[in-house]
């Protein structure tokens, strides 16, 4: 990603309040059964241990291929299962080739897990992030807490509330690998998936979701698929932070068009529709800097609770959504 320019701006902004009693929200689209907690600080520090041990120096940058990418998949998996999450198939793993470079091996793994809808075999929806980033470059460790711990965390988080309350349909969650080196964890995904391709509705792609330095977190998406925007709109109005639509023109300079800045591009590229969910480049973006430390624990918080929010609301209208031809 790079700094923003927007094609179609929707700041709304209200203030977050982390109370030790409980706030209920409830979206009159989702029913009263779908209220959700928001200000249990129990949650806001589960995120931050578990964005903590996943961007730890001992993860070594988590660089597709080598030993710190394999201990970051073992820890994923681990929380997968403490919390009830099931593979596919017969593994949580998906073979990835990777390209050969120095100090790494060509394999990797993509983990994937599915939380059950209460209608099997419909469409579905899949929710991502990388859990690769940049290793170790000259004997300094590239953490990437924010690029993309934060958004592994928030999919470890969301599914810990999906298998509590089943979606109407199945979710994907997809741990993609080496998406800083060419996407080719999700280019994997798109060419073998899991499921057929006619049945995934959508890719909900989080990617740098817990930093507050632009004061916003971005959708992109909707200028593609103009279907998405009163859908994510209606997410939008529960929001607790500054959510803006955009960075998703070609008229834009070079960067600012997050179009196939992430592993959704390789969805996009199958006539998948996606949402991106990210912030603005910060100064320790693909630096050493990209600490757990640095996070905004208020924020990326909010950022989850969106996040979920707003998969709760595509859920329910997924079958408005266009037919599409595989």
Known sequence: M????????????????????????????????????????????????????????????????????????????????????????????????????????????????????????????????????LGVRNGVIYNGADDDASGCIALLTIAERLLREPPQHDVILAFFDNEEGGMHGSRTFVASPPVPLARIAIDLSLDMISRQDGKALWVTGTAHYPFLLPIAADAVKLATIAIRFGHESKTLTPGDDWTTSSDHAAFHAKGIPFLYLGVEDHPDYHQPGDDAEKIDPAFYRAAVEFSYTLLRTVDVRLETFPSRTP
């Open 2 to 133: 790079r700094v923003a320019r927007c094609w179609y701006s929707l700041p709304l902004t209200y203030a977050i309040t982390l109370l030790a009693c409980a706030i209920l929200y409830a979206s009159p689209a989702l029913g009263a059964q779908s209220a959700f907690s928001v200000a249990t600080d129990t949650i806001t520090r589960r995120l931050m241990q578990r964005v903590s041990a996943l961007s730890a120096d001992s993860m070594e940058g988590r660089r597709a291929g080598t030993d710190g990418s394999r201990r970051a998949r073992r820890w994923i998996v681990a929380e997968l299962t403490a919390i009830g999450a099931k593979p596919i198939g017969a593994s949580f793993e998906q073979t990835v080739k990777l390209p050969i470079r120095a100090g790494a091996d060509t394999l990797g793994a993509n983990i994937i897990a599915r939380i059950p809808g209460r209608t099997n075999g419909g469409r579905t929806i899949v929710l991502s992030a990388h859990y690769d980033h």
